[in-house]
């Protein structure tokens, strides 16, 4: 259910009964610019480490995600702390769609125990997603290092440290001579 938009109130107190617009991304959606507050990411970062011990420890219900290696990278938070985005992964890969039904399978459970780790008002909302920032940086490393890219970096990209030693030499003699 929409809230109406806030009203813009006079001096006197007394609404004008004009409303203030709304920012919205070109999608249409609501968006909010404001960075993460401390709370929000302090509760995300107890979420986090609430999950990745009980992931650890294997104590859930279902055997095969207490087989299963399972790393909680990141936790996100949403400004109210209902709802938490969870990025995992599997010890160095990606999570596939397998583990990601797994986790949304047993999210009651795993609610239930950050519920009883983190002290909040509401037990956050759990929402799994596949962390995939480590593929992302190992696509830009093999671009970095592609010959075209090396050629157009030049000669001198890796070479910055070769000057700087024989200004130490030069300190050197000056300090010995008398």
């Not at 207490?66 to 010890?91: G, N, Q, Y």
């Not at 009883?116 to 997603?129: K, M, N």
Request: charged residues 30%; aromatic residues 2%.
């Amino acid at each position: 259910m929409a809230r109406p938009a806030p009203t813009k109130t006079a001096p006197s107190g007394r609404s004008t009964g004009k409303t203030t617009p709304k920012t919205t991304s070109r999608t249409g959606s609501k968006t909010s610019a404001k960075a993460p507050s401390q709370r929000m990411l302090r509760v995300a970062e107890e979420v986090r480490h609430a999950l990745s011990g009980v992931l650890a420890r294997g104590d859930v219900h279902d055997p095969e995600l207490a087989d299963t290696r399972v790393t909680v990278t990141e936790v996100r938070a949403s400004p109210d702390l209902k709802h938490m985005t969870v990025f995992v992964s599997r010890l160095g890969q990606t999570a596939d769609k397998a583990l990601l039904l797994l986790l949304k399978s047993n999210q009651p459970e795993l609610r239930k125990a950050v519920a009883r780790a983190v002290r909040l008002r509401f037990a956050p909302e759990l929402h799994f997603q596949a962390d995939t920032a480590l593929d992302h940086a190992m696509h830009i490393d093999s671009l970095m290092r592609r010959p075209e890219v090396a050629r157009d970096l030049g000669p001198d990209a890796g070479e910055g440290d070769e000057g700087d030693d024989e200004d130490e030499d030069d300190d050197a003699s000056d300090r010995d001579a008398p």
